[in-house]
């Protein structure tokens, strides 16, 4: 028994690691990303993966546990999230304020303070804040993916509710001010919680899943690298275009 809990507690403490490693990492592509868009690299646009990297691991790692208290665990998240943001907020509001007062307005002002940048415009300058909302968004989400998490255990039809909640989800498009990144965004975090599920199960859905995403995450890359030689300006470009939306989602899984 006692060398049974040695393992599980270095099996625990390898995992660990392994998380620190990508966030790390995730990380460092998130700060090269934002670089090289200062600077108009192109490369920034593949390091953005970075971003579904944390989403689909966030929504990975909270699939594998269970909320009891769920109101506790919204505040406590929210806390996390939103005291150093208001700190930041603060700070930086008194610095456009000093210098450059002409890129405030009331609405931007209050679309960033309420974190409602999903749907308005943000302050010119804190576009990088866009996270924030939607990690929030994640977070409100999730005890509702618990209760259907838990149904799925029961009867494996609930299945074709997570279908449909993606399904809505991809239907906010049609709301003009929502941005196409939160939406793949959100997504992946439901997948990435999901996914869970099945890596819990059989090695074989693992090693299968795992095969089929990144089959399609080659694929995608090969669409968005020959698309713009061959089919440029038509129709067929537009209508693909769509589908490049999700090549960072596959690459982050």
């Excluded at 507690?9 to 392994?18: A, C, E, G, L, Y």
């Excluded at 090695?203 to 995403?213: A, E, G, L, N, P």
């Excluded at 090969?222 to 999700?246: G, H």
Aim: with cysteine.
């Amino acid at each position: 028994i006692k060398q049974n809990a040695e393992n599980i507690k270095q099996k625990n403490v390898n995992r660990d690691i392994r998380i620190s490693i990508i966030r790390i990492l995730a990380t460092i592509g998130i700060v090269l990303c934002h670089i090289l868009q200062e600077y108009g690299n192109p490369l920034a646009n593949w390091l953005n993966v970075n971003v579904q990297i944390f989403l689909f691991m966030s929504g990975f790692l909270y699939g594998n546990k269970t909320i009891e208290n769920k109101i506790l665990w919204l505040k406590n998240r929210f806390i996390k999230i939103l005291v150093p943001y208001y700190i930041f907020f603060a700070i930086a509001l008194i610095a456009y304020i000093i210098l450059k007062r002409e890129l405030l307005s009331l609405s931007n002002i209050f679309t960033t303070f309420f974190c409602l940048q999903l749907f308005g415009k943000d302050i010119t300058g804190l576009g990088h804040l866009w996270f924030i909302p939607l990690i929030l968004l994640c977070y409100i989400i999730t005890p509702i993916l618990q209760v259907i998490r838990q149904k799925i255990s029961e009867n494996k039809k609930y299945w074709l509710l997570v279908l449909l909640i993606i399904l809505i989800v991809h239907c906010l498009i049609i709301i003009p001010t929502i941005n196409m990144r939160y939406i793949t965004s959100l997504v992946i975090y439901i997948i990435g919680y999901f996914i869970s599920l099945f890596y819990q199960k059989s090695k074989k859905i693992k090693r299968f899943s795992s095969i089929i995403i990144t089959i399609i995450a080659i694929l995608l890359v090969i669409l968005e690298i020959l698309m713009p030689i061959f089919i440029s300006n038509t129709i067929l470009y537009k209508i693909i275009s769509f589908a490049i939306y999700y090549r960072n989602l596959f690459l982050g899984i």
